[in-house]
């Protein structure tokens, strides 16, 4: 498999590039070098001027606001926005309900909701997980019965990122409790301000307020905001998770978190001479920098790969397990090398300010530590979030080893 980069693709890069060095505000700029978890207003501005030149959402069909640039190009792209700690945008809305419009949403529904994620008008939150159904969803119990003109919906859901923010969630509901667990599933639409929605916060070990739990209690949603055909939830959301291939290895986070573990060592005494000069350190440093280039190489290989490749399919979980593996060890390496010093800058939950820790200070510009502790703790969710280490090891057996 040749995987030498185009001219034209070299090309792409640099226009890429000097779009954002441009038009990326440096306030979101400065903002987004802490890797925090981004506020809305600075996701919002990003989309818009994302949205003004047509780069939202990528890998969206083009004829519903996306492009037809080549997988290799939207990796490109994304590679160059990590590069440039440009804010996360919407990924519930953009990667995942956003596909899942696109093939099986009605031309209404495509019409109603997919402008307004372009702009980042409108946040959406993504209601799968339950409190005894996570990793075994399909014994979901939220319940959605058909009344008429409406759906009534009764149930909870849990993890919920970023619901506090959201206006809407896309809910994997009961709507058949006599069919199979998979087939009595279906996916709707919820507008989070409707009587009867409550959403409460879950705070996590970084300090950080990014989780929620969503209840339902007698919510009424009008049962034209049900995607597709009933009972084909399951199916949708099977479409989603898998959609995009190599998303999930996160490789561009993972290299740039690489390069700023490189410079943190670079800057940091460990006693004698420099951290990085320091055998143990140095040679943790190497592997994790030899693992993430073979991991970007496996991503190359299925970028390249036909798009009726067999392989290719089943590979995302391959990808998922080891970008989320090699994640959390490039933000524990970081906290490894801020030390103690760590403890000193922690973020506030909007990651705009510094909270200083008393008695400590740290031999480095507060830019350089702040965030890399609360960005070690909230990693190791990871290998957690989007289906668990286990449980991809489990499909990989299946699928890929045939066990
Ligand atoms: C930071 C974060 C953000 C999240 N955001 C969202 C969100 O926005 N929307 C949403 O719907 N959900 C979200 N989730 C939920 C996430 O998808 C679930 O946490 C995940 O699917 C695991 O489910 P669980 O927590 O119920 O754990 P469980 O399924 O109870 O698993 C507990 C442990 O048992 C293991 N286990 C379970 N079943 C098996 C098995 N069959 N074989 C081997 N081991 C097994 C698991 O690997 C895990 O180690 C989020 C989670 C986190 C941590």
Not at 60 to 81: C, M, N, V
Not at 205 to 227: C, K, Q, R, S, Y
Not at 267 to 274: E, N, P, Y
Not at 309 to 336: C, F, I, Q, Y
Request: a negative charge; aromatic letters at 8%; proline letters at 5%.
């Amino acid at each position: 498999m040749d995987f030498t980069i185009s001219a034209a693709d070299m090309a792409f890069r640099e226009e890429v590039r000097s779009f954002i060095e441009a038009e990326l505000p440096t306030d979101i700029a400065r903002r987004g070098q802490h890797d925090y978890h981004s506020a809305r207003d600075d996701v919002r501005r990003w989309m818009q001027i994302l949205n003004r030149k047509g780069w939202s959402a990528p890998h969206w069909p083009a004829h519903l606001g996306g492009t037809d640039w080549s997988p290799l190009r939207k990796y490109i792209f994304q590679d160059e926005l990590r590069r440039a700690r440009a804010p996360v945008l919407d990924r519930c809305a953009l990667d995942l309900l956003g596909p899942v419009l696109c093939a099986f949403g009605s031309q209404d529904q495509q019409t109603r909701f997919l402008p307004p994620i372009l702009n980042g008008d409108v946040w959406w939150a993504q209601g799968f997980s339950e409190p005894n159904s996570g990793s075994d969803l399909a014994s979901l119990r939220t319940r959605a019965e058909l009344k008429g003109d409406h759906y009534l919906v009764n149930g909870q859901k849990t993890w919920t990122s970023e619901a506090h923010y959201a206006d809407w969630i896309f809910a994997l509901v009961r709507t058949d409790p006599a069919a199979k667990p998979q087939a009595g599933i279906s996916f709707l639409l919820i507008d989070i301000r409707t009587p009867g929605v409550t959403v409460r916060p879950i705070w996590s070990i970084d300090e950080g307020h990014t989780l929620n739990e969503v209840f339902f209690e007698d919510v009424v949603v009008p049962a034209e905001n049900l995607v597709g055909t009933a009972g084909m939830g399951w199916t949708y959301a099977k479409f989603l998770l898998t959609h995009e291939r190599t998303t999930s290895a996160v490789v561009s986070h993972t290299k740039r978190d690489v390069d700023q573990v490189r410079h943190l060592a670079s800057s940091l005494s460990d006693g004698g001479g420099k951290l990085v000069d320091n055998p143990a350190f140095g040679a943790k440093l190497a592997r994790l920098q030899a693992d993430v280039i073979a991991l970007e190489w496996a991503v190359m290989r299925v970028l390249h790969a036909a798009d009726d490749d067999p392989s290719a399919n089943t590979v995302a979980s391959l990808l998922k397990l080891r970008g989320s593996e090699l994640s959390e060890r490039a933000a524990l390496l970081a906290a490894e090398a801020l030390g103690d010093y760590g403890l000193c800058a922690l973020p506030d939950p909007e990651g705009h300010h510094i909270l200083h820790r008393d008695g400590l200070a740290a031999p480095l510009h507060d830019d350089e530590a702040i965030g890399v502790t609360a960005r070690a703790m909230f990693r190791r969710a990871t290998t957690i979030y989007g289906g668990t280490s286990e449980i991809q090891r489990t499909i990989i057996a299946k699928s890929n080893l045939g066990l």
